[in-house]
Each structure stands twice: as C-alpha cells, then as structure tokens.
C-alpha cells in the first residue's frame, strides 16, 4: 500500500512538471522548454490581466526631459514616487555591433537597469528597430523584397544570421544575481499592420512576414538555446479581428498578443480616439483570451501630453475595464531638433498632466513597481 502511495505521488510530480495535468485547453507559455522564469512570468500576467493593468515606460530610467543617466531617476517617479512596472528597451544598432541603441542608449547601460528593474520587481520588454539587411539603410526604409531577401535562400540570409546571433549574445548576458535568465517580453518586427517598417505588411506578403517570425523564434530557441523569452506579437491599427491576425505567426510561437497606437486627434476629438481604441481593445483581449495568450496595448501615448486629464480621461477609459495585461508610453525624449518640437509621451514633475498622472496611478487598477513587485510576478517561490 505504502509503496502504491509513493508511487502515485512520484508520478503526480512528474506529471506536474511535464505539464501532462494540466488540462489541454489551459494556458501555456510557447516555449516547451521554457525556464522556470520565463513559465512564471507568463502564468503571473495571464492571471494578473483579469484585474490589474500594469504601467510601462520606455528607456524609464535612461533619460527623460532634461535629463540623462541620473542613477535612481526615472520622469515617472518625479511624479509618483516610484518607477513603473514595466520597462520597454530597443536594442536597435546592436547588429551594427555599436556601443549605444538608435537612441543613444549604451548597451552596458540597458543591460544594468534590466538587472537592477527585474530585481526591483518590474517586468522587462524589448524592442529591435533592427536595420534594413538588405540596403544597410535604417529600420525604416521599406525597400521591397527585404523580408524574402533574408529568409533560407535568400541573398541576405546570412547576414540575418549574424544579427540574431548577436541578439543572442545579448539576452544571453540577462542575468540575476543568482545567474539565472532574466524574463523578457521580446517584441521583434512590431507594427507589423503599418507601412513604415521594411517588414510592415506593405513590403512582403503575409506568407514571408510570417516565415520570418517563426524562423527568428526557430533560430533563437533552437540553434540559440533561449528559453527566456515571451513572445509578443504586435501590430499597428486593424479593422478586425481577422486583419489582426492577418500575419500571425501560430500559437506555438507568440505568447503576448498587442498592437500599438497613438492618439493623433486634437484635445477636443479625443472621445473619437477613446471610442476606436476601446473597440480595439475589445477585439484584442476577445482574441487574446480565445488563444488563451496575454493581451496587451504595446505602445501608446500623446506625444507632450497636452492634455491635462490625459491619464484619466482618455488612457483610463481606454484600459480600464478591459483584462489588458499592460499598457506602455513611448520614451521621454525631450526637444527634437529634427522635428523642433517636444518628443515625450510620459509625465514628469511639472508637466502639465503630472497632477493627473498622479490620480491615474493611485486607481486600483493600475500596477507601478512596488505593488507588482507585492504580486510576486518576477518573484521565485520560497
Ligand atoms: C520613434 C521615435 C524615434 C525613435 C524610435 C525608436 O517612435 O521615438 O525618435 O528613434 O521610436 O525608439
């Protein structure tokens, strides 16, 4: 009897850690031989997104308007008190081999405040404005055939090659203190709906966008052994939910389904901008939860939020109601001399919107890093 005992508990524990109890419609990270961190972080936001929306920001502790690599500072903590808990990075130019991203970020120093966020409890995501492979031109020039050019065949697959592994490199050196891999929300070829990228929908067909993908995925997972990685597919504005999955890639490897948009629309139309975004909204978490993956609006913002009740008035709306995982702004630049005008999308003290930004992040809704940090999304059980 006792040895049928040990016997049932050995093969319920094996079976737990394979996964085989969990029921086949449950939800999984993609990665079959994801690591313990990476699974956690993806059961933590899956279950979080029911309730609260967690707050992000891009390049948070790099620079914000007026300044530069102060350590400890972030634009968002000169308002509330504390940073958010979530960060976005680019690592754009780390194929080039170069010190810094596309926006003067050193790498060294990105790969520092992932290590010091992710210990402070806030989740991580990067970006890759990756160059134009084909023309050695930037992320942005859209020449034709860019995509076909370096899948397998292709004249630029190799070069392509060398790009992920250099990638690899990098999330490589994602450690904690411990040595373990730090989880990231990897978000590669972003806006895939829009027209301004070399891999937007307009220079390839869905076909290759999608081989593209899964290739990169392929490659990273299986020639690169990462296992630390969430997957975040992302699209720019769609009609419905069949143009958003136009050129998704297969549940097996994307575990964030988001898409990005900005409000464009004068103060006085911003209801037109809230009642398009909620729409989408909806069929975004309608998809995601039917894939059972983690929804998510990626990047948006008004840029120099002119708007004093920005935060309340039109974001709140906007994520509140719906089981959104997360919700990031766009990074606080500054003054732009290329465009001469202010290039921000996050509150600081003083900015017009900072008294509303405050109200926002008090709503119960909204998760900044300590509180996140309290809901043990990072945390490993004790
Ligand atoms: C854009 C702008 C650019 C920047 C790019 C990549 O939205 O902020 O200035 O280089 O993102 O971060």
Redesign the pocket.
Known sequence: MLKRIRKFWVVLCVGCCAGWLLPASAQQVSDKHATKEAKRLFQRLYTLQSKYRIFGH?DALAYGVGWKGIPGKSDVATVVGEHPGLMGW?I?HLELDAAKN??DVPFDSMKQYIRQVHAAGSVITISW?LRNPLTGGSAWDTTHGTVASILPGGSKHAVFNSWLDKVAVFMQDLKDDNGRYIPVLFRPFHEVTGNWFWWCKNNATAENIQQLWRYTVQYLREQKKLHHLLYVYNTAEFADAQAFLQYYPGDDVVDVMSFDQYQHEPVAQKQQFIQIMQQRVQVLCATAQSHKKIAALAETGMEAVPDPQWWTTVLLPIVERYPLSYVLV??N?GY?PSTGKM?YYGPYAGQVSAADFLRFYQHPVMLFQQKLANQKVNKRKR
């Open positions: 891009q680019d754009g596309l926006d404005h766009w990074r630049h732009m290039h």
